[in-house]
């Protein structure tokens, strides 16, 4: 699986002009389940995150997870961080695993996410989402799991 992890002050996503998922601080979390993935990915990718230290401890140094700030999570699904480019400029999606695998995977690891202690917001699967945010750091992490 690959996540795009950011570090926000406040985070939220609508549908439609319909907010689905609303956070304060915590991370906002766009997630792509890539073929071949299973529950096992899913999970190793939500234990990495909740306990991901990238939040300012009393120093003023990234030392602290999620976990340890009591902060929730905006998960976002996002097929698009799929995207191959190496032929040229418009993005193939072959890589990213079909919807409906996909959708259960996003749904695994938001309920692992839960499973952590984790408060978990969603967007809505497939849908076209405006997503809002406001970035703190900026802090900015790219992840990925070996299926």
Not at 80 to 99: H, M, Q, V
Request: neutral net charge.
């Amino acid at each position: 699986m690959r996540a795009l992890v950011q570090r926000v002050r406040e985070a939220r996503v609508t549908v439609a002009g319909r907010e689905t998922g609303a956070i304060g601080e915590g991370l906002l979390i766009l997630v792509c389940a890539m073929q071949g993935d299973g529950e096992a990915a899913a999970d190793a990718l939500a234990r990495k995150i909740a306990r991901l230290r990238i939040f300012r401890d009393a120093d003023g140094k990234m030392n602290r997870a999620l976990l340890d700030t009591g902060g929730a999570a905006l998960v976002v699904s996002q097929f698009t961080l799929a995207a191959d480019t190496s032929r040229g400029n418009r993005p193939g999606f072959s890589t990213a695993a079909p919807p409906a695998e996909g959708e259960r995977l996003y749904r695994h690891f938001s309920d692992r996410l839960r499973s952590e202690g984790i408060r978990v917001e969603n967007g809505e699967f497939g849908a076209d989402m405006d997503v809002a945010l406001v970035n703190q750091g900026p802090v900015t992490i790219w992840l990925d799991t070996d299926g």
